[in-house]
């Protein structure tokens, strides 16, 4: 699929559903749930390399006084990087 995403654009996803149980377990156990992905592109200078982005959080659940959790995402590792942050490397 191709796309033209502007610059400081945004472009959403699906909602991602986490099963009540996987919830529990993320919540009060051992259970860890992260999302990550990569994207891969180019952009509209002639001659310049394709670029990436990677990104991965953890999603952190915690419960508040009301009925509903908090949930946070939190930067994972040294898994969120780009093409440049390579090159600097």
């Known amino acids: 699929m191709d796309m033209f995403l502007a610059p400081q654009a945004t472009e959403w996803s699906e909602a991602v559903y986490i099963p009540d149980d ?28 394709p670029h990436f982005t990677n ?16 949930i946070q995402f939190a930067t994972e590792g040294p898994y969120n990087r780009s093409d440049e942050d390579i090159k600097r490397a």
């Open 22 to 49: 996987v919830a529990s377990r993320a919540l009060h156990g051992p259970t860890r749930i992260y999302i990550w992905g990569r994207v891969d592109y180019d952009d509209i200078f002639d001659g310049t390399e």
């Open 55 to 70: 990104w991965c959080y953890r999603v952190l659940i915690r419960t508040n006084k009301a009925s509903d959790p908090d």
